[in-house]
């Protein structure tokens, strides 16, 4: 059995997602194979590196801190998110991520990222020693909230924007046993946003990225149509929030992120004994 784990995107809604690893790792659930976009590989990597609850205080201490995100980082550097507290000293002083225990991880890791020539979604291997998390940020680099980030030679956005669930491509690496953790409750159907909007103007040099903005609700409600029937089938096995209490993207209250984080681990842990009975582990 080669098990593939696919993390869903959503900012802070993906603290609901931490609760579901946290649940993984008391269990002893680790893939061969992780995917995640956006928030979904931030968040994914410390539970590779089995860092349990890490990600909660990382929401509950540092979100709500006025050095990780807000409008006037915006204003001053084009970026909502202070790249420089969240993706530098949060990780590296303030709330030690343990790349010797992501090193040690023998397991393949990928971020989803959206080339912002072509439009198309790459998936870059996530390097183990980079404390600029150039590709993990890449793969977070919503539009209108962060600028394109570069990786190699070439420019990035949101993985998302091209793939926002690519548990495909786990299915592609050989993963015969794949578990996708979404952000969204069953029944969620995205639409048009007027962020997208906006987007299409701001980013018009760029044809193909202005597409994927147009085309991204109806290609998001399409794989989910696809994933549910794959679930129905048995061939996949799917853990989304029954409710994410109307959380929003840049959500930074400990209470109510505490709570769609407990939720979960809770759902996760009822959902044990089906999980286990799905990869074959009683």
């Known amino acids: 059995m080669k098990l593939g784990?696919?993390?869903?995107?959503?900012?802070?809604?993906?603290?609901?997602s931490c609760?579901?690893?946290?649940?993984?790792?008391?269990?002893?659930?680790?893939?061969?194979?992780?995917?995640?976009?956006?928030?979904?590989?931030?968040?994914?990597?410390?539970y590779l590196s089995k860092q349990k609850g890490r990600n909660l205080e990382l929401a509950t201490k540092y979100m709500p801190d006025k050095r990780y995100m807000g409008v006037k980082h915006l204003l001053k550097k084009r970026n909502f998110y202070?790249?420089?507290?969240?993706?530098?000293?949060?990780?590296?002083?303030?709330?030690?991520f343990d790349m010797d225990a992501f090193e040690a991880y023998p397991?393949?890791?990928?971020?989803?990222?959206?080339?912002?020539?072509?439009?198309?979604?790459?998936?870059?291997?996530?390097?183990?020693r980079d404390d600029k998390y150039e590709v993990i940020v890449a793969s977070c680099a919503l539009p209108i909230l962060f600028q394109p980030v570069k990786v190699g030679k070439h420019y990035y956005l949101d993985g998302?924007?091209?793939?926002?669930?690519?548990?495909?491509?786990?299915?592609?690496?050989?993963?015969?046993?794949?578990?996708?953790?979404?952000?969204r409750e069953r029944g969620y159907v995205k639409k048009q946003e007027r962020a997208g909007v906006i987007s299409q103007k701001l980013y018009k040099k760029y044809p193909k990225i202005v597409?994927?903005?147009?085309?991204?609700?109806?290609?998001?409600?399409?794989?989910?149509?696809?994933?549910?029937?794959?679930?129905e089938a048995g061939e996949v096995f799917v853990i989304a929030p029954e409710t994410t209490y109307g959380i929003g993207r840049t959500e930074s209250d400990p209470e109510k992120l505490t709570k769609l984080y407990e939720e979960g681990y809770?759902?996760?842990k009822e959902l044990m004994p089906a999980l286990k009975k799905y990869l074959a582990m009683e």
């Open 5 to 16: 784990i696919t993390m869903e995107g959503g900012a802070s809604r993906t603290v609901f």
């Open 19 to 46: 609760g579901v690893t946290d649940a993984f790792l008391e269990e002893g659930i680790m893939p061969d194979y992780f995917i995640g976009v956006s928030a979904g590989i931030a968040y994914g990597v410390s």
């Open 82 to 96: 202070n790249l420089d507290f969240a993706f530098g000293e949060v990780p590296n002083k303030l709330l030690p």
């Open 107 to 128: 397991g393949k890791v990928v971020a989803g990222v959206t080339n912002i020539h072509t439009g198309k979604a790459e998936y870059i291997e996530v390097p183990r």
């Open 160 to 183: 998302g924007l091209a793939d926002s669930i690519p548990y495909k491509q786990a299915i592609k690496e050989g993963c015969d046993k794949n578990i996708v953790i979404l952000t």
């Open 211 to 231: 597409e994927d903005l147009e085309k991204r609700p109806e290609r998001y409600n399409v794989c989910i149509k696809e994933l549910f029937e794959k679930e």
């Open 266 to 268: 809770r759902q996760t």
